[in-house]
């Protein structure tokens, strides 16, 4: 029996109901997996900040460094200016705990409608491994003559050679297990970004021959976007920085059928890792019991995963999709034909019968 101590991060919005159904899950498969988990429940959000004033205190950062991994909501409150909580909360726990992967994996469940024409599940599945800690979310650079007609801003995107180091040895070793077309597509914006994607395609080229069993690519971010809607499988593993990752992923959870099934992880390999459903806190839908928990329990599979409880992440996969293609008519929040809950206890149901 392995026992995990876990963090719950419910937050604002939607993020609670979802966070229920991926627990639901993670319960049901403990005995039959030989798991124990351990949850302690973090009050942080939106709704903290407005009766505190508090974001994430360290004293919450010390603590959270004590947990086997943290299963987050989401984050995002209608009465808080843009930025408040995202960078006191989601921004800050990802830097301080040096989460320095954003591991998003885009894949197209059986059943599940994309926008794509003529695309299927065997043409969606592959991984954006997005570096997590550096570029332009690093948080440089600044104003001069603030409010001015002469105000100037810069924003400066900050890549270490030791930070893309790590993050591509991650992508790399994450192509090599996966085993599928071993193919690392680096993407950048080389012809324009002549300093930063530089670093980042000597540093890609400079590793390859280490991995000769992976073949390496180069798409610019721009294609890339054209790639992902045109030809998505010719993707296995997508390896890029902070803010193209950021922006390319809300883009492979469209053609993966939405905000409702896309989960990602925050990671850190020697240290403490996050798992979130990506879609946010959808305020509008808050208690009614309508938007789609897979993405939250996709998540709570990823951090199975990470935590190294294999046969119960491979269960809880087997029934997502399973659920994903047998009882729900839709992916989207209010046409699922099934309730939040409902929901998740199909993927419990399933899980359960399904772990070996
Ligand atoms: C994401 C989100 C965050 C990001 C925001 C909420 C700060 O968009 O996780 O992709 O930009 O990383
Ligand atoms: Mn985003």
Request: some cysteine.
């Amino acid at each position: 029996m392995s026992a995990y101590n876990i963090a719950v991060i419910p937050g604002d919005g939607t993020g609670p109901e979802v966070v229920a159904e991926g627990i639901k899950v993670l319960n049901a498969v403990a005995g039959p997996g030989g798991l124990k988990f351990d949850y302690t429940y973090y009050d942080l959000g939106g709704e903290r900040y407005r009766r505190t004033g508090e974001t994430l205190p360290d004293s919450v950062i010390a603590e959270l460094r004590q947990f086997k991994a943290i299963y987050l909501g989401a984050i995002g409150h209608p009465d808080v200016a843009p930025g408040i909580l995202e960078k006191g909360i989601l921004l800050n726990a990802r830097f301080a705990l040096d989460q320095y992967i954003n591991l998003r994996p885009v894949i197209l469940y059986p059943g599940v409608e994309t926008p794509l024409k003529d695309k299927g599940p065997e043409d969606i599945d592959f991984a954006v491994v997005r570096e997590n800690t550096e570029g332009l979310y690093a948080g440089a650079g600044g104003f001069l003559k603030y409010g001015t007609p002469d105000e100037v801003a810069v924003q400066e995107s900050i890549n270490t050679r030791k930070g893309v180091d790590r993050c591509l040895k991650f992508a790399f070793e994450l192509t090599r297990k996966r085993n599928r077309a071993k193919k690392l597509t680096l993407v950048a914006k080389t012809n324009v970004l002549t300093f930063a994607s530089n670093l980042w395609f000597r540093a890609f080229e400079a590793m390859a021959p280490q991995y000769p069993d992976v073949t390496t690519d180069y798409a610019h971010v721009d294609a890339t976007c054209m790639w992902f809607v045109k030809n998505p499988e010719w993707f296995d593993v997508v390896v890029t920085d902070n803010l193209f990752g950021d922006i390319i992923t809300d883009l492979g959870a469209m053609i993966q059928g939405g905000m409702g099934v896309a989960a990602g992880g925050n990671i850190n390999p020697e240290g403490v890792s996050m798992f979130e459903p990506i879609g946010g806190s959808a305020p509008k839908y808050t208690g009614l019991q309508v938007v789609n928990p897979l993405a939250a329990i996709a998540a709570a599979q990823m951090m199975l995963e990470q935590l190294g409880a294999a046969k119960a992440a491979a269960a809880v996969e087997a029934a997502i999709k399973k659920t994903a293609a047998n009882d729900m008519q839709s992916m989207a929040a209010g046409k699922m034909g099934l309730s939040t809950s409902q929901v998740g206890d199909k993927v419990a149901k399933y899980a359960v019968e399904m772990i070996k």
